[in-house]
């Protein structure tokens, strides 16, 4: 099964994307104030640990068995 592949360019622009959004949802009042760290925390722990689990080396045997 291939992995989904995002370039490096729209991974630097998601997320600022993604952190703006959150702002602007609460800016315009779909987010209360109080709760704005937290999408922001949820937004940086999903893209964050999500595209690096994706991004990891594959784990390889070694040829002794160790590993």
């Known amino acids: 099964m291939s992995k989904p592949t ?3 360019a729209v991974r630097d622009r998601l997320y600022p994307v ?3 959004a ?3 949802l609460g800016g315009y009042g ?3 104030d109080e709760m704005i760290p ?3 925390s ?3 722990a999903i893209l964050g640990t999500g595209v690096a689990t994706v991004y990891r080396p594959a784990k390889t045997l070694s040829q002794d068995g160790d590993g």
Do not use: G, N, R, Y
Request: charge should be neutral; charged fraction near 0%; aromatic fraction near 6%.
């Open 18 to 20: 993604a952190l703006a």
């Open 42 to 44: 949820l937004v940086a």
């Open 30 to 32: 779909l987010i209360a």
């Open 22 to 24: 959150v702002a602007l």
């Open 6 to 8: 995002i370039s490096p």
């Open 38 to 40: 937290l999408w922001v």
